[in-house]
């Protein structure tokens, strides 16, 4: 007689489990926040006294290695919440709204550092705060869409009905992704084009090349653990809610 | 170095914003944690 076995979540479904997700990401949490830290404070210190500065830009250069960062954060970022919420969408998995809901404002606030970063790059290296650049206007866009998702997910009385409305939002934003990249390429814009590709050699000095490297690998590890610590505490928070709502109920019965 | 300004305020910007971030999260993370202990049973248990 053979006997009967519950049969295993999927891979995916695994992590939808919030307690699994608490121990798991318990562990993992002190890794990427120590890391984040150390890379960013390496990159940071090699970029600002040891990189050398640009024969054209001078040491307006330096910017480079927080705005890219933030560029590069701004846009994986929302890929990452277009990601939660077509999860969301398709498999209604419990954390992916929450995780959208806090890659929200910490996505927004990396577009406006790489926004405004990029302005006091602008002045010093085309003599202009703000030009209505390709490159410029469409990560502009996305700053925005970043605030749209985060009224819409709380706009509504019922929270799943704000997940939903978030998460079809996101989604039909992703296609303002693809025009931040090739938006150099499509049009004739005064924002450089990319130093930095997947299929041929950057076209950058290698001593300006590590200093960023560090910043940018830092500043995702600081990202995914702001993330983390907001997620782990929107998880804590929900358990909090049920808990009081059923102590309440029992005691209304009680009564 | 006339772009100095430039250079300080956004490390400024890019340090202090995500900075702020972070400490809000541990913060409302703890916050959070303390409260749950308070009054979830299963928190109080020894983990085995």
């Known amino acids: 007689m053979s006997a009967s076995v519950a049969p295993r979540p999927r891979s995916l479904h695994r992590f939808a489990n919030p307690g699994r997700f608490l121990r798991l990401s318990e562990l993992v949490l002190p890794w990427l926040a120590t890391g984040g830290l150390v890379l960013t404070g390496i990159g940071i210190v090699w970029g600002l006294f040891f990189s050398p500065a640009d024969w054209q830009q001078g040491d307006a250069v330096r910017i480079m290695y927080v705005h890219v960062p933030a560029a590069w954060l701004a846009s994986a970022g929302y890929l990452a919440l277009a990601l939660c919420s077509a999860i969301s969408l398709v498999w209604r998995h419990p954390l992916a709204d929450l995780a959208a809901v806090e890659i929200g404002p910490v996505g927004a606030a990396f577009a406006a550092v790489c926004l405004a970063s990029g302005s006091l790059w602008g002045r010093p290296t085309w003599g202009a705060w703000w030009v209505w650049d390709a490159r410029l206007t469409s990560v502009l866009v996305l700053f925005f869409l970043y605030l749209g998702h985060i009224a819409l997910v709380r706009a509504f009385d019922s929270p799943e009905r704000g997940y939903r409305a978030g998460a079809i939002l996101a989604l039909v934003g992703v296609v303002d992704l693809p025009i931040i990249k090739f938006s150099v390429v499509w049009w004739n814009t005064l924002h450089q084009p990319a130093t930095i590709t997947l299929t041929g050699a950057p076209t950058m000095y290698i001593a300006m090349l590590w200093p960023l490297l560090f910043t940018t690998i830092g500043y995702t590890l600081g990202f995914a653990a702001i993330v983390t610590a907001r997620l782990r505490a929107a998880v804590m928070e929900r358990r909090i809610r049920a808990l009081l709502m059923a102590r309440a109920a029992e005691a209304e019965n009680v009564a | ?48």
């Open chain 2, 1 to 48: 170095m006339t772009q100095l300004p430039y250079v300080a305020g956004a490390y400024a910007l890019g340090l202090l914003i995500p900075g702020a971030f972070a400490i809000a999260a541990w913060a409302r993370m703890r916050t959070a944690a303390r409260r749950l202990a308070a009054i979830d049973p299963r928190a109080r248990r020894p983990r085995r």
